[in-house]
Structure formats: structure tokens, C-alpha cells
């Protein structure tokens, strides 16, 4: 639905110099005397980007970003309400100014780029546009030249640039002491990692100023072109664009007409508003897939933290070259995906209201899968022998269940792509909605990365290929999101960061990362980060491992880790032995009509509220780092007039990530839209609740929150 | 059929120097003080290989071809019968005495390698071995280190090691005088060529010594392994191998167990030994498809000579980047691919017996195919809009004749790799049973290369997925045969050499030419050379270019230039100016009883008889090179006692295939076992014989040959 759009002004070539503005975001385009594009941009008066260099360098033009002339500026306003298939909100606002700037290299063979910004009221993106021009036809990005001088030594909240991998955990502190190879070189749970620049940091880039200016620095549309990346001046606090090479070093292979990915900077004086921007998914292009009733935010349960804590395995041996006399693998006995274990999760879900099951471990390869970097790994249509397809469909179809398919490739896309017709085609025999990709390890082909331009056109391959077998993805160990869910509605969540399963077989993620996560990997688009963790304890063999958590913070965990896809990640029987708190679980939703971000720090806490699509029902969620302290959550986006009751999941006075992490309380209340909770988080803890609207009985049974 | 194996001698780690033999050849191996193994050959007391070491470097194990030791050496004989499913020959004998040595590296961890030698009466093969072990799994070849030291400064017949193509002519001269760099700086018209070593030659080389020997090097049974090229040592005439490396400057990423390709020296003092050899073939394992009736020779006929001679366009526009108001590519009125022009091709093929037809230019993708590697080129299941498949594919089945598929790749084969299962279910649907590839461009993934480990194993991979589909496939621009048609008899022809098509778009091929390509290319299997251009000039707007060649010359090519799949490359309208001649091309056979390898000298001539397949008809090519001269050919071959007619294609006695390449006389006599012909060949000329079974009424109205 268009509201209101171009309100074009086109001014001819002597105005080097150009702004526009929205709200408090200003930005400023100039061009140098050396004929160089640059920017600045400006927020409530404070400057957040000094003027910064812009430009694409190409193989064979090393100067394509100098000596150019502006052929002409247009500005245009912009405005219209879309509603995502799946989202945080039903309804989101498309309201930005544009800059055009069309430029052309002054000397021979006057190559034309252009120079698009949009600002919006919290931040401003900006992409390069070659346009269809006789000069230019495929042509070979050598560098991006795009700065972002900041004004002083932020504070950032980084992980290395790492053209394989983004699951570290996040590095606070200044700009001035990043060291990304110091953080690479300890990092020895991340299986397959390529840092190339002491100074590099990836994006989304989470900052704040000392004067208190929230920045955070992505991209959004990520197609056709490799990541970007940051390398940071700590002299000047200039960052500037690194992207990902591919075997032979070139960044990009492209064909006029071309748009890069946009560049977005997101401010604010107020954390909270970063986490409500839709910027970065405005910035894609409306959904290429017309009929998407098919695709369905689900929960579900799966075949796999067994695996992550030792109990069984995924593979049906131990050994790949050992066989009996008939040429069959010899089995382990531990076998995760046996049938009758399948069949298990299958009730478990039916039981739970868990629309989906993933199961992991059910095809042939797991002996031999990982760390050798094989053209040809897995075969995504041959189940192991113990791991009845047909039996299993059909016990899940009984019980209303959806099967959800992997599909590990070891990272080699090559392969993958040679069986994505067969793969997806298996999916659609065995009523399978939707598949779990998997790129644990060295790209194939070989020299390629998981975040180079190969890969990123791999991915959106696969999203394709998924789409016209009406099946949802979920991709892990891919390039960090950026927004593309809005173009493909059914790329339904991703990894690309350092989920919940590093607490099972690394030392795990510190009590802050759950809040970092939000302002740095959310920025481009759902997680799945499989919380729901009740066993905080002794699962491991694993002397002290632990996840870094109370039980109740794993509940608020799917509230304010936003996702259509949510977990419920541990055993069966973890979750038998509460029933109470797993009550959470089996109530939250996956799909918003609206999200309050209520409380919202980076690196200390997050409290949001999510009312459930087209119901009257809100959720919270709200979490700390390692510090305990109080949330206070003011009910005011209640309806006023209405009676609620509030479910209450909370840490126990006692309880601690540390010494005490399964200590909770629940409670039920009335409350209304006057109401102010204030609870107790304890360290390393959160809170979980449910707020419906209260039943006859509830007004007398039920106690006013106080 | 095995008819006597297995007499095995196993001796103790003692001797560091063993030998086996067969009729003239002798190999020796020995291990040096360093415990570097060795081997020489020798031919009729001569020697043909100096002392050369052998060995393997693994990255990580730089010296993993010094300090070994030797466990065991075992020699077998081995020898059998097979029938190929089609070939020269009916019935091939493999028959051999074999060594093999146990290598074990002194120091840890331990490697274990064999190697392998087999001599056979025409020469040897030796291959290394990595047996299963647990001190190499997962491995990547670094660098093999086999060497060929020959005794002199041989003449070699050369070209240019290449990455990526092997499409250049010939150079004669000693190997002292090799220049790589220099042949291809000047070779333009080659699209893609990758030379890295000045001094380095491709396989099939053949080489002639000063005493007389013919020497022939090269490989079988090239599969999951890149091809090898060898460097000249100009000082000491030693040949050492170089594997094409892929886009990191690995050579192979392996898995134990693992056998090489064999390296193959072929030896003998008459030349026509080396082209009866069937060692390259023996050294292959057998066929994979164990149902074969679908597998046809044939001769076809296609629409291709139009565009390589400029009537007509493989492209439906001229621009892929302009289209009309729907949308659609604007035709530029001369796409030869239309279903009326391939109607006429249809006729014109049922008309003369010809199996099948070929088009190319079918498919979208052809405005903007070549140059710019692209990821994405050909849709092969599209058609462009004035290509009617359904109508075509009724039509040829109606008049029993079979359509080739063309898929052309630009050399993007990730892109193929997707298609492949459509592509293929595409002419399984429309009644395509064979398909020529096409690899023109420089490959994708991109710094991978025609001849490394990958694309090996891509071509390998089509032609296993082709077999699945009841494919046959005529590989064009891929990397040079091996004899890999035995395991894999649907692979039925290939190009990759200089084929007739250069005569089309360059200054083309020298008269000598077509006497070397059965030393070099064709040692390793069938060519695809495209014989039987009847007008030799004026079908090329470039003033002087002209086919090197009389036409009585095109018509011996069918006999000399072995393949199961040949052309009748010309146009209708051509052949039309020459029934008398074409009769020739109607008649020829392309399925073999039996060969004769008449005469043979390389750069010089040759004449070969052969005897169709299951009847009494021999036919006869004989070519000379740019000089004129007279071929004798005995027919003591013919069964005795039989009566034969003779059909006489041959040069005009002015013919010259510079000033006067389309004179030729045809004659019909009466010839038995005792006939001696002498046969005239101009300069750059040729002649072709049909000798069948005479009727009664061919003994009254024919005259015997004198």
C-alpha cells in the first residue's frame, strides 16, 4: 500500500554539495575537489559520521571512485505501510527522503555510478547503483572504498571479521583496543575460522558514543555480492569497508545494471529505538514469492541436544570404512534417529502443542562428516537403515506433527546444489515444510568462503530452489541476516551467530551475550538460538560446564530473542521434570502484532513486551547479564478497561546463573493497563510472562499484582 | 573373459632393484641410497628411459617420496579378452606382466604408497597407490614427482602444457627448441588459454628419437585426480610431471585408498604399433554399465557449419539486453536453429542414412554466452521461441532419425551440476539419447581450471549422471581422453583438440595435421574432428581462408581420425553439389571388426583399412601431410578367395589442396587378396576406399584394378 511517494526536485551539476533529513537524522552528500563522493551524517544536531569517502574500485579501474562529476541529485519522498508475512509487528511503515546522485568519471570511458541514500527517522542506508550504460557490462569489483569516520573511540560491541564464521562471543570496549586476531587465536570452539585483519570487525557493528549516541552500522539486501566487513583505523576511528574475497582475491563479479547492498546506519539516543528500527528490512524488496500461505512460524522439538551433550549420536557408527560382510555400516547402538526415538519426539510435540520436530543425524554421512573438506559428504535423500522415512511421516501426520528436514552440507555447496531438486523434491514426498541447512566447514569450491559472493548467491539459491518446493529455511553457519526475509518470506530464521549450543560443547556464552544478541546479529533478521534449556546442570561429562543462565532467563529467552522458528531445546524428560515452567513454552507465540521494547542496554539488559497475532495476549520477556537487578515493566500497552491475568515465571529470591540456576517461582495475578511490575531478575537470570485476558473465574480466584 | 592370471612371486624387503618384461620391453625398478624410488625402460635392448625417479609430496609431508622402504614387490601376469561395446577393434587383448612394489616411509608416521608397474609388448604403465592406513586418510597432493628422462633430443610432436585448453596445432621440431610461451602468445584463436610454464608440453606427446624409436607419453584412466602436463629439462631431455593445480595451488585433495591415473610410455620401432596400441585402453578399468544396447555409433548431421561459416546465428537476437514490449528478445531473422531449418536438416539426414542430427543454437542464452564468466548462462531445459521441441522431436521420429542435445556451458560448471537432472529428464522426455557439451570459457568455479582435480571430476559426474538417463555424451573443450570410454562406454566421442572447426574461424589447421592427431589426441580415444567439408573455399567471407585439405582427404578422414560418432559437418546444399562423393560419407561405417594400421608416420601419413562391424565391407582412408606421394596398399586383409568390388575416392591427378582442393575422380574395379593399389595423393590430399563383396553382376561389369 503506497501512502504517498516522489516528490521528485532533480538539481543539474553544480551543486557539489547536497543534504536531506528526516526527523533528527541528517545527511549530507559532497563531492571533493578530487572529484571523490562523500558523506556525513548527523543525528539531533550531533555529528555521528564525519565526512567519509565513498566509492567502488573496479579490476581495470583502480580510480573509478575519482574525477567524477554529478550529472545530476533528485530527491524523493517516500511512504507506504506493508504487513510481513511473519513478524514482529503486523504492520510496518516505509517512510524515507532519498538522495540520487548520479555521477560520471570524467575521463574516458565515462563509467556512470550512482549514489542512492535514504534517510530515515532512525538512521539512513545508502547503495551504489551501476546503472545499464555502454562502458560497463560485467565488470570485477577489486574494493569498496566505503568509509564511516566516526568522531571518537566508541565503545563497540564487536567480534573479528572472520570471512568463515560470526558464532564468537561479543568483545566490549573501545574501538582503539580491538584486536581481532587476539580474540581468533583463542577462539578454538569455532571449528572452521579465516580472520585476515587485526583490525577487523564484522557488522551488524553495535556502538555507543560517549556522548550517548546508540549507532549501529550493518547492510541491508546482502544479494549477489559478497559481505562487508570492517576494518578499523584506531588513529581516527575511520571504518571502512573490507569485503570478502573470493579464491583468486576479487570481491565481486557483476553485470550492469547492478545494485550493491545498502550500507545502513542505525542512531538513536535511546538503545530501544535500534531494536524497534524496520530499516534494515525496508531496505529489501518486497516479498518475490506471491502465495505464501504456506509459510507458518512453528516451535518445535528435535533430535539434536542429545547430540550436543554426548547421549547419543547423530552418526549410525562409529566408523565410516568399517563394514559387515554385506557392505553395511556397523551400528553404534547410540544412534539418535532411530525410529523409535523419532517417534518419541513426535509425542513429546503432540503432547506440547510443538508444531514441528527436527531430527537430526537421519541420512548417511554422519561417520565421516566433518573436517576434511569432501567434495561429496552427505546424501540428503538416503536415510540411515534405522530411520524409517515413510513410518515416520505418517506416525507425524497422525499427531498433527510437521517433520523438519537437515540438510548438513559440511560446507560443500556444491554438492548440496547438485541434490537441491532431489533433496527438496524428498521434502515434498515425505510432507516436509521446511529443512534446517547446515555449512559446517570449509567451503567447497575450494578457496571460496561462507561470506564471499559464491556463498551469498548460494544461499539465495537455495532460498529460491526451497520456495518452489513451498518449503521454510532455516540456515545455520551461513552470512549474518541481512533483512532478506522481507524479498524471501520463507528464509524463516538462521544461525550465523553463537547459539545456545555453545554451552553444551564449548565453555559457553557469558551471561550478557543474550543482550548483546539483539543490537548486533537480531539487527538483520530472526535467530534461531534454541533456548529452553531447563537442565542448567550436569548434563554435561564436562567438569563446571554449564549454561550461563537460570531457568527463567531461557524462558524469557523467547520473548526477547526474536524469532518465527523457536526451539524447545532440551530432552523431553528435562522438561517432564517441570511442568510448570515448560507451561511458558507451550503458551508463547512466534508471530507478533506488536512488540514494546520496554527496557533495552546492550551488554546489560533487555525487557520486551510481544502481543500474539490476532489475539488479545501479550508476552515479556526480560533478561540481565551478570548483575542482578530489578525490571520494571509499566503495563501500559494493555488495553485499558480489560482485566488480564499475568503468569509470572521468575528467578527465585535465591536463585543465580552460577550457584542456583533452577530456582524459580511462578505466579499468577491480575493486572491491568495501570499496572507496574517490578521483578526481581537475578544475576545471569530473567523473567518470563504471560499476560491474557482474565476469565470470570480468574477475578475471584486470582490476587492483583502488587 | 580371464584366460590366465595370477602367477605371483612375492619377494622380501632385500632387493632394491626387481625387473619384469614383456616381448622387447623391459622395466627396472630401483630404490636409490636416498630410498627414493625409480624406474627405466627399455625397448629391444634400447634404452627409452633413463634412471627416473618416481613419488608423491603431500602437503604437510614435502618429503614423502625419499626414505622409503620397501615392504614387498609382487609380479602377476595377467591376461584376457574383452569386448569393448564399440571400438576399432571387436575384441581387445590385455595381456601383461605387472610388479608391484610395497613402499613404506622409514620415519614416522609410517606412510604407506605403492606403486604399480604393468608392461605390455607396446609399452608400460605405472600408478601409485595410497592403500588404506591410518597414518593417511584425508590428504592433498602437493606435487607429484614422476620424471620420464629420455635418452636424446627427440623431435617432438607438441603443444602447449594449458590449463585450460589443448586446442592448438602441432609443433614439430627437437624438444630442445620448445617454447610454450611462444606458441601461445600467438595462438589468438584460442579463447581461453592458461600457459604457465614455458617449457611445458601436453599429453599425448610423441616423440621420435635418432635411432628410430617412437615414443609415445601419456596417461589412463584419469578420474578424481588433475590431469598432468610435463616440463621439459632442455639441458638433460628429462620430462618431469606437472598436475594442474586448482584455484589454491593444490593439485588433489585425496582419500586413502586412492589410485592415480597410469602414466603410460608407449614404445615401438614402427610407428603404426603405437596406433594398434590398445594399452591406454587395457590400463582402464571395465565398463561401470552393465547394460549397454543403448549405446549407438553413429554418423549425424547438424546445424552448426552455418554458424561456424557465418550464414547463420546460434543466437535468436542480437542483443540479450534489448527486448520488445512483452518482454521477449527482439530475432535477428539468421537464428539457424529454427524448426524449419532443422526440418531440412531432418530430410536431409533420413535421406542419407544418417543416425542423428545435432542443434545447436537451440537454447536461450546465446546473445551474451561467452567471455564474461558468468555464473549463470544457458537455461538448458528452454528453448528459444522459434524452436518447436515437440514438433521437432515427432518429426524426427518420424523419419527415424535421432536429435543430439547441446548444452553448451560457457565453462560455468557449477551451473551445469544444477541442470543436470532437469536437462537430462529433458531429452529423456523429448527423445534425445545423446548430448555434445560444451565448456568454451574460462570455468566456474571460478580459479578452478578445464584440466584440474574438480572439473575431472565434474566431467566424470556427467557422465555418470548421463548414464543414468541412457545419455551418451560428446564432450567438446573438455579436458583430453584417457581412455576413460572402457569404464564408461557412453562416453562416446570428445573434442578437445584442434578439430576442422578452425579451418572455419581461423587460419586453421596445416595439411600435416590430421597425421599427427592420431599420435597425440586420439591415443587416448575418439575425436570429434568434424570431417567432410566438401567446399573447401568461398564458404567464409575472409579473404584466403580455406580449409587445408582436398576433399578427397575429408572423405580418408572418416577412416583415419577414429570415432564412433562422426559428422557429415558440411551443409545439405554442399554435399547436394557431390553425390557422387557423398556416397562416400553414406556408406563409411563407425563400428569396427577389425583395423589395419596400413602406414603411419607422424606429420607425414597414413593409411589404415578397417572391416565393419558384423559384415565383410572394409574401408580404407589414406592422408598425406602438404607433400604429395603415393600410398601403397596391399589388400592382403580381404579373405582369400572372395571376390570384392573396390569404390576409389581420390585425388585428381592436378588436385592441390592450395590451388585446386575439390578435383577428385571416383572409380569402381574388381579386387581380391593379391591387389596392390598405389594410390596417388596430392599435396594436402587424400584418398578413401569401400571395398565390399562383389555381386554377379559387378564381375561382367567392372574391370579389375590395375
Given at each position: 500500500?503506497?501512502?504517498?511517494?516522489?516528490?521528485?526536485?532533480?538539481?543539474?551539476?553544480?551543486?557539489?554539495?547536497?543534504e536531506?533529513?528526516?526527523?533528527?537524522?541528517?545527511?549530507?552528500?559532497?563531492?571533493?575537489?578530487?572529484?571523490?563522493?562523500?558523506?556525513?551524517?548527523?543525528?539531533?544536531g550531533?555529528?555521528?559520521?564525519?565526512?567519509s569517502?565513498?566509492?567502488?574500485?573496479?579490476?581495470?579501474d583502480?580510480?573509478?571512485?575519482?574525477?567524477?562529476?554529478?550529472?545530476?541529485?533528485?530527491?524523493?519522498t517516500?511512504?507506504?505501510?506493508?504487513?510481513?508475512?511473519?513478524?514482529?509487528?503486523?504492520?510496518?511503515?516505509?517512510n524515507?527522503?532519498?538522495?540520487?546522485?548520479?555521477?560520471?568519471?570524467?575521463?574516458?570511458?565515462?563509467?556512470?555510478?550512482?549514489?542512492?541514500f535514504r534517510?530515515?527517522n532512525?538512521?539512513?542506508?545508502?547503495?551504489?547503483?551501476f546503472?545499464?550504460?555502454?562502458?560497463?557490462?560485467?565488470?570485477?569489483?577489486?574494493?569498496?572504498?566505503?568509509?564511516?569516520?566516526?568522531?571518537?573511540?566508541?565503545?563497540?560491541?564487536?567480534?573479528?571479521?572472520?570471512?568463515?564464521?560470526?558464532?564468537?562471543?561479543y568483545?566490549t570496549?573501545?574501538?582503539?583496543?580491538?584486536?581481532?586476531?587476539?580474540?581468533?587465536?583463542?577462539?578454538?570452539?569455532?571449528?572452521?575460522?579465516?580472520?585476515?585483519?587485526?583490525?577487523?570487525?564484522?557488522?551488524?557493528?553495535?556502538?555507543?558514543?560517549?556522548?550517548?549516541?546508540?549507532?549501529n552500522?550493518?547492510?541491508?539486501?546482502?544479494?549477489?555480492?559478497?559481505?562487508?566487513?570492517?576494518?578499523?583505523?584506531?588513529?581516527?576511528?575511520?571504518l571502512?569497508?573490507?569485503?570478502?574475497?573470493?579464491?583468486l582475491?576479487?570481491?565481486?563479479?557483476l553485470?550492469?545494471?547492478?545494485?550493491?547492498?545498502?550500507?545502513?546506519?542505525?542512531?538513536?539516543?535511546?538503545?530501544?529505538?535500534?531494536?524497534?528500527?524496520?530499516?534494515?528490512?525496508?531496505?529489501n524488496?518486497?516479498?518475490v514469492?506471491?502465495?505464501?500461505?504456506?509459510?507458518?512460524?512453528?516451535?518445535f522439538?528435535?533430535?539434536?541436544?542429545?547430540?550436543?551433550?554426548?547421549?547419543?549420536?547423530?552418526?549410525?557408527?562409529?566408523?565410516?570404512?568399517?563394514?559387515?560382510?554385506?557392505?553395511?555400516?556397523?551400528?553404534?547402538?547410540r544412534?539418535?534417529a532411530?525410529?523409535?526415538?523419532?517417534?518419541?519426539?513426535?509425542?513429546?510435540?503432540?503432547?506440547?502443542?510443538?508444531q514441528?520436530?527436527?531430527?537430526?543425524?537421519?541420512?548417511?554421512?554422519?561417520?565421516?562428516?566433518?573436517?576434511n573438506?569432501?567434495?561429496?559428504?552427505?546424501?540428503?535423500?538416503?536415510?540411515?537403515?534405522?530411520?524409517n522415512?515413510?513410518?515416520?511421516?505418517?506416525?507425524?501426520?497422525?499427531?498433527?506433527?510437521?517433520?523438519?528436514?537437515?540438510?548438513?552440507?559440511?560446507?560443500?555447496?556444491?554438492d548440496?546444489?547438485?541434490?537441491?531438486?532431489?533433496?527438496?523434491?524428498?521434502?515434498?514426498?515425505y510432507?516436509?515444510?521446511?529443512?534446517?541447512?547446515?555449512?559446517?566447514g570449509?567451503?567447497?569450491?575450494?578457496?571460496?568462503?561462507?561470506?564471499?559472493q559464491?556463498?551469498?548467491s548460494?544461499?539465495?539459491?537455495?532460498?529460491?530452489?526451497?520456495?518452489?518446493?513451498?518449503?521454510?529455511?532455516?540456515?545455520?553457519?551461513?552470512?549474518?541476516?541481512?533483512?532478506?526475509?522481507?524479498?524471501?518470506?520463507?528464509?524463516?530464521?538462521?544461525?550465523?551467530?553463537?547459539?545456545?549450543?555453545?554451552?553444551?560443547?564449548?565453555?559457553g556464552n557469558?551471561?550478557?551475550?543474550e543482550?548483546?544478541?539483539?543490537?548486533?546479529r537480531?539487527?538483520?533478521?530472526?535467530?534461531d538460538?534454541?533456548?529452553?534449556?531447563?537442565?542448567?546442570?550436569?548434563?554435561?561429562?564436562?567438569?563446571g560446564?554449564q549454561?550461563?543462565?537460570?531457568?527463567?532467563?531461557?524462558?524469557?529467552?523467547?520473548?526477547?530473542?526474536?524469532?518465527?522458528?523457536?526451539?524447545?531445546?532440551?530432552l523431553?524428560?528435562?522438561?517432564?521434570?517441570?511442568?510448570?515452567?515448560?507451561?511458558?513454552?507451550?503458551?508463547?507465540?512466534?508471530?507478533?502484532?506488536?512488540?514494546?521494547?520496554?527496557?533495552?542496554?546492550?551488554g546489560?539488559?533487555?525487557?520486551?513486551?510481544?502481543?500474539?497475532?490476532?489475539?488479545?495476549?501479550?508476552?515479556?520477556?526480560?533478561?540481565?547479564?551478570?548483575?542482578?537487578?530489578?525490571?520494571t515493566?509499566?503495563?501500559?500497552?494493555?488495553?485499558?478497561?480489560?482485566?488480564?491475568?499475568?503468569?509470572?515465571?521468575r528467578?527465585?529470591?535465591?536463585?543465580?546463573?552460577?550457584?542456583?540456576?533452577?530456582?524459580?517461582?511462578?505466579?499468577?495475578?491480575?493486572?491491568?493497563?495501570?499496572?507496574?511490575?517490578?521483578?526481581?531478575?537475578?544475576?545471569?537470570?530473567?523473567?518470563?510472562?504471560?499476560?491474557?485476558?482474565?476469565?470470570?473465574?480468574?477475578?475471584?480466584?486470582?490476587k492483583?499484582?502488587?
Amino acid at each position: 500500500m503506497l501512502l504517498f511517494a516522489a516528490a521528485i526536485q532533480t538539481s543539474g551539476q553544480d551543486s557539489k554539495e547536497t543534504e536531506i533529513s528526516k526527523g533528527k537524522v541528517k545527511l549530507k552528500f559532497a563531492l571533493d575537489e578530487q572529484g571523490r563522493a562523500g558523506y556525513s551524517l548527523y543525528f539531533d544536531g550531533k555529528t555521528v559520521i564525519k565526512h567519509s569517502l565513498l566509492g567502488i574500485n573496479l579490476a581495470g579501474d583502480s580510480a573509478f571512485n575519482r574525477q567524477l562529476s554529478i550529472l545530476a541529485t533528485t530527491k524523493t519522498t517516500f511512504d507506504e505501510q506493508w504487513k510481513p508475512v511473519w513478524g514482529e509487528v503486523s504492520n510496518i511503515r516505509n517512510n524515507y527522503e532519498q538522495l540520487t546522485v548520479r555521477l560520471k568519471q570524467q575521463h574516458s570511458p565515462g563509467r556512470l555510478i550512482n549514489i542512492v541514500f535514504r534517510v530515515f527517522n532512525d538512521g539512513a542506508g545508502f547503495r551504489y547503483e551501476f546503472p545499464k550504460q555502454a562502458g560497463l557490462k560485467y565488470f570485477t569489483v577489486s574494493e569498496e572504498l566505503t568509509e564511516f569516520r566516526l568522531t571518537g573511540d566508541h565503545t563497540a560491541f564487536w567480534i573479528p571479521a572472520d570471512y568463515d564464521s560470526n558464532e564468537y562471543k561479543y568483545t566490549t570496549g573501545p574501538l582503539s583496543k580491538v584486536d581481532a586476531f587476539e580474540v581468533s587465536k583463542i577462539a578454538t570452539d569455532i571449528a572452521v575460522r579465516v580472520v585476515p585483519d587485526q583490525q577487523g570487525v564484522q557488522t551488524p557493528l553495535m556502538l555507543k558514543s560517549a556522548e550517548g549516541l546508540y549507532i549501529n552500522i550493518h547492510e541491508a539486501a546482502l544479494t549477489g555480492y559478497p559481505a562487508m566487513q570492517l576494518h578499523v583505523d584506531k588513529n581516527d576511528f575511520s571504518l571502512s569497508a573490507r569485503l570478502v574475497p573470493d579464491a583468486l582475491g576479487n570481491k565481486a563479479y557483476l553485470y550492469a545494471p547492478f545494485n550493491t547492498p545498502w550500507r545502513t546506519i542505525l542512531v538513536s539516543d535511546k538503545a530501544a529505538d535500534l531494536l524497534n528500527s524496520k530499516t534494515i528490512l525496508n531496505l529489501n524488496e518486497p516479498s518475490v514469492i506471491k502465495e505464501t500461505s504456506w509459510i507458518k512460524p512453528m516451535k518445535f522439538a528435535g533430535v539434536w541436544w542429545e547430540y550436543q551433550t554426548g547421549k547419543s549420536t547423530w552418526s549410525f557408527a562409529d566408523r565410516a570404512d568399517t563394514t559387515d560382510q554385506q557392505g553395511g555400516l556397523i551400528p553404534n547402538g547410540r544412534h539418535g534417529a532411530s525410529t523409535a526415538n523419532v517417534k518419541k519426539y513426535i509425542d513429546f510435540a503432540a503432547a506440547s502443542g510443538l508444531q514441528g520436530v527436527l531430527v537430526e543425524g537421519w541420512n548417511y554421512g554422519w561417520e565421516d562428516w566433518f573436517g576434511n573438506w569432501k567434495e561429496n559428504v552427505f546424501d540428503f535423500t538416503k536415510p540411515y537403515p534405522d530411520f524409517n522415512v515413510r513410518e515416520i511421516a505418517d506416525y507425524a501426520a497422525g499427531k498433527g506433527v510437521k517433520m523438519i528436514m537437515h540438510n548438513e552440507t559440511s560446507g560443500s555447496a556444491t554438492d548440496y546444489e547438485r541434490q537441491l531438486d532431489t533433496a527438496y523434491k524428498f521434502m515434498n514426498t515425505y510432507g516436509y515444510p521446511s529443512v534446517k541447512t547446515g555449512y559446517v566447514g570449509k567451503i567447497v569450491p575450494r578457496g571460496e568462503h561462507h561470506d564471499g559472493q559464491w556463498m551469498i548467491s548460494h544461499y539465495e539459491r537455495v532460498l529460491q530452489k526451497a520456495a518452489a518446493h513451498q518449503v521454510t529455511v532455516d540456515a545455520h553457519e551461513a552470512v549474518r541476516p541481512t533483512g532478506l526475509h522481507r524479498t524471501y518470506p520463507n528464509f524463516i530464521a538462521s544461525e550465523a551467530g553463537r547459539g545456545n549450543e555453545y554451552n553444551a560443547f564449548s565453555d559457553g556464552n557469558p551471561p550478557e551475550h543474550e543482550t548483546i544478541l539483539p543490537f548486533t546479529r537480531l539487527m538483520g533478521g530472526p535467530m534461531d538460538y534454541t533456548p529452553g534449556i531447563f537442565r542448567i546442570k550436569g548434563y554435561s561429562t564436562v567438569a563446571g560446564r554449564q549454561v550461563h543462565t537460570t531457568m527463567a532467563k531461557q524462558l524469557a529467552l523467547y520473548v526477547t530473542l526474536y524469532s518465527p522458528l523457536q526451539m524447545a531445546a532440551d530432552l523431553p524428560e528435562n522438561y517432564a521434570a517441570h511442568p510448570d515452567a515448560f507451561q511458558f513454552i507451550k503458551d508463547v507465540a512466534v508471530d507478533w502484532d506488536d512488540t514494546k521494547v520496554i527496557a533495552a542496554e546492550p551488554g546489560d539488559y533487555i525487557t520486551i513486551a510481544r502481543k500474539a497475532k490476532g489475539r488479545h495476549v501479550w508476552f515479556v520477556g526480560a533478561i540481565t547479564d551478570e548483575h542482578k537487578r530489578t525490571a520494571t515493566v509499566a503495563l501500559n500497552f494493555l488495553d485499558k478497561g480489560r482485566k488480564y491475568v499475568l503468569d509470572l515465571y521468575r528467578d527465585a529470591d535465591d536463585a543465580d546463573w552460577q550457584s542456583n540456576p533452577e530456582a524459580y517461582v511462578i505466579g499468577h495475578y491480575l493486572v491491568d493497563v495501570a499496572t507496574v511490575l517490578k521483578i526481581k531478575l537475578a544475576a545471569g537470570g530473567g523473567s518470563a510472562m504471560t499476560i491474557r485476558e482474565a476469565l470470570q473465574q480468574d477475578l475471584t480466584t486470582l490476587k492483583k499484582y502488587k
